[in-house]
């Protein structure tokens, strides 16, 4: 429950000396007695939410609290706490479960969004659910990928369409962001778990007229080598936009982890298409990715892979919503290449369903997602031994977004 906030009124002082201060509003008007009164000035309106972190809907997030810190200035926070609990069938046993529960996200936000010099600062828990792969618990989830400080950047700001980050950056790629509030669906999709999440690098962004470009040096799938050029280029015309994104490793990295995987040493292309406009987001849009042959760091022999996807959201009266993603993704490659989906030269379907429902900070929503992959490898696919084509998977998440709401303002 939001907590009430006390409008602060302020009073021009009477007096010849404070007249020319005293805006047309705040004008001193005669009383009944002939006597000069002061009258209230209007509040100041509440902040606006915050660009940062980037969500595209069906959930919003709030104004932020904001406060004073000293040299820092004036600094904004946010807040998000959510938990889900999953079913799913067709799991693989010791590393995953057909039910699970986790907290998805226990994040705070603190920024500095005025002056030259900037900052935005993320941490706390968080857990990536992503159809067709595994479940990893939240604390696995922060350990094995980006710590618990995901995203961290200073950002200078030497002119009004100009900015520079530098430090642990969103990645540039592809439609959906990486955690669960910031998209239309809980699970992450599957040309999803062919993109970077979050790199390490320097940004360079630029904006002219309906155009931003933005180019990114960084380290890729969070390899700590920086040898990965990402870029994009976005015009928008009113409630359209398309943008044209493009990223690739300029070196060879043999390190890898969870958080890297092979297709670190690849490259990945996106032509995105939004229609956002009143109730409705729309929003199809193309992938190619490749991992080249590439004998010194094993790779016998490439592969690339070849995908689409549709997202739709429609908001209804009363704060519910109902996003929907369709995808395909295919995969190339005889049996000795290298492997990026369920065995090479195999493909995957999906479809997920998000029934949203949001009031004030309090939000809960159902994720209903099905996969069904296809010219599969025996062993590289769902449940005991590896051979079931199908996975149906369903998550519940509540939750609550913290901003202004956590301030109370006295009189």
Known sequence: MRFHKFEQISVCVLG????SVCGAQNATTPSASGQQTATAAPAPAPPAPLPTPSITGPLSNLPPAEFEAGPFGKLAVNGFLSGMGLVQNNHIPVVDDSKQAALSNGQVFIQKTDGWFQFYLQAGVYNIPALGTPFL??????SDFWGPVPVAFLKLQPG?????EIGSLPTLIGAEYT????????NRGLLWNQENAISRGIQLNQTIGKLAASVSWNDGFYSGRYSWLTGSLTYTNGPHAIAFVAGGNLGQTHYQTLATPVQNNGSIYNVIYTYSKGSWIVQPYFQYTSV????????????????GAILVNHTFKHGFSLPVRWEYIS???SAAAVNLMYGPGSAGTSITVTPTFQYGGFFVRGDFGYVHASNTTPGSVFGPAGLDNNQTRAVAEFGYVFGNNIVEKKP
Do not use: R, Y
């Open 16 to 19: 010849l000396a404070l007249a």
């Open 137 to 142: 618990a939240s604390d696995k989830t922060v």
């Open 160 to 164: 009004k369409n100009t900015s520079i």
């Open 179 to 186: 955690f669960t509030f910031e998209n239309m669906n809980i």
């Open 292 to 307: 080249p042959t590439n004998t010194q760091i094993g790779i016998v022999e490439g592969a690339s892979t070849t995908g």
């Open 331 to 333: 995969s190339s490659g």
